[in-house]
């Protein structure tokens, strides 16, 4: 796994597995970059709501719903960062 991690640690490296390619990949589009950055801002809102490391990631209680949500006004696409960023 590399080196151990340090809070002061600004840039890093890690070999991905296909399935976490996958992930990010989808997380942004198309875009590893971006998926990472996305995949960052839910762990930041999940945790803002009260989700600790040490829970089991069921208890986040996501919706199974499609981003065009009947349950909602207004389509879950329609609030997420990549409109903030459109290139």
Partial sequence: MGRPSNPQ????QRTLSDP??????AAGKGNLCR????VL???????NKGF?????VSILNIGRATTNNPNS?????????????EE
């Fill in 35 to 38: 998926g990472f950055e996305n």
């Fill in 41 to 47: 801002d839910l762990y930041s809102e999940a945790h």
């Fill in 52 to 56: 600790r490391p040490d829970m089991p």
């Fill in 9 to 12: 640690t600004r840039y890093f």
């Fill in 73 to 85: 006004d207004e389509s879950i696409g329609d609030r997420v960062r990549e409109t903030i960023r």
């Fill in 20 to 25: 976490q390619r996958m992930v990010l990949l």
